[in-house]
């Protein structure tokens, strides 16, 4: 597994902006599969955005056009940039990765293996 570490999460009001990073250590720069989950009180955990070294980022319906995934090139750190935030952005954040994926395979949001501990992201009105 890929040890992971989240930070940048906080508290904000409504229409501001949040921008979370993962750290991933001893993970391929160049063949990689990482996403961000989203998890609030009393619901399950759902994926928000995905990204990997062969296609386009994937992004769930209630994040498209206000959140973004990236990855730095020089590191093996992914981002997740949040815009106009809502109360419904409310959660516990992790950053997960398939450390199984190799190149030609297909990265998506159920075949991650390794988690971080979570960033708490908290929009109030």
């Known amino acids: 597994r890929v040890p992971l570490v989240e930070s940048g999460g906080a508290s904000v009001q409504a229409g501001g902006s949040l921008k979370l990073s993962c750290a991933a250590s001893?993970?391929?720069?160049?063949?990689?599969?990482m996403g961000w989950f989203r998890q609030a009180p009393g619901k399950e955990r759902e994926g928000v955005a995905l990204?990997?070294?062969?296609?386009?980022?994937d992004y769930a319906d209630s994040v498209k056009g206000r959140f973004t995934i990236s990855k730095d090139k020089a590191k093996t750190t992914v981002y997740l940039q949040m815009n106009d935030l809502k109360p419904e952005d409310t959660a516990m954040y992790y950053c997960?990765?398939?450390?199984?994926?190799?190149?030609?395979?297909?990265?998506?949001?159920?075949?991650?293996?390794?988690w971080g501990k979570g960033t708490q992201v908290t929009i109030s009105t």
């Open positions: 990204i990997d070294s062969h296609g386009p980022p």
């Open positions: 997960a990765a398939d450390s199984f994926f190799r190149p030609g395979g297909f990265c998506g949001y159920y075949g991650m293996d390794s």
């Open positions: 001893g993970y391929s720069d160049s063949t990689y599969c």
